[in-house]
């Protein structure tokens, strides 16, 4: 299994996200556009596991402690940088809590024997890559160059603001690959208090 955990996102938020990827995605449309039911906000990606190892981590998952997180929702950004995109994103904003509950989960999983992460946690929302699994059709077609009429776009726009939900929980998610893209199915849930 494939596995990774998550925040989910509050209705409201993901409703006004989605009026957002809809009023600009015509700016990018070689990119894939992430559908709405797949937004979260990656804590831990874990991997590819075998199934008898999931109760293991359900279970280091259950440990775990953290109070609920007040979670703000707002701009976007491009990984791994302006010139070569090949991400676009959502940020947000949890404070040095949503670090600490990010930086918990990774050392539950470490002990697991999952990697370390070995960049800083970065929370955000992919919303698209570059990547669109389609042939290239032109000889610039270069995938760092499918959002240049997005970033232009997005310049003559105030940064949006998408509000703010409190997270009282989290997930333990299982991706399953196919040509239309990831599909993510909730496999546990963890309660913050």
Do not use: C
Request: aromatic content about 10%; charged content about 30%; overall charge positive.
């Amino acid at each position: 299994m494939r596995l990774f955990v998550a925040l989910d996102i509050a209705a409201d938020i993901r409703a006004r996200i989605q009026r957002f990827v809809e009023g600009i995605s015509g700016f990018a449309p070689d990119v894939r556009w992430m559908r709405p039911e797949s937004l979260h906000v990656t804590l831990k990606f874990i991997g590819e596991k075998p199934d008898e190892t999931v109760e293991k981590i359900k279970l280091a998952l259950s440990s775990v402690r953290s109070k609920p997180l007040e979670i703000v929702f707002r701009e976007y950004g491009f990984f791994p940088g302006l010139k070569l995109p090949r991400i676009f994103w959502i940020g947000l904003n949890g404070g040095p809590e949503l670090a600490s509950l990010a930086a918990t989960i990774d050392e539950a999983m470490f002990a697991l024997g999952v990697p370390k992460e070995i960049h800083p946690f970065s929370p955000h929302i992919t919303l698209a890559r570059a990547g669109s699994g389609r042939p290239r059709q032109r000889k610039d077609d270069r995938p760092n160059r499918r959002f240049e009429r997005l970033q232009e776009k997005l310049k003559a726009l105030s940064a949006p603001e998408f509000g703010t939900m409190t997270a009282h929980e989290f997930f333990l998610y299982e991706s399953k690959l196919s040509a239309e893209g990831s599909h993510y199915t909730k496999i546990a849930r963890f309660e913050l208090r």
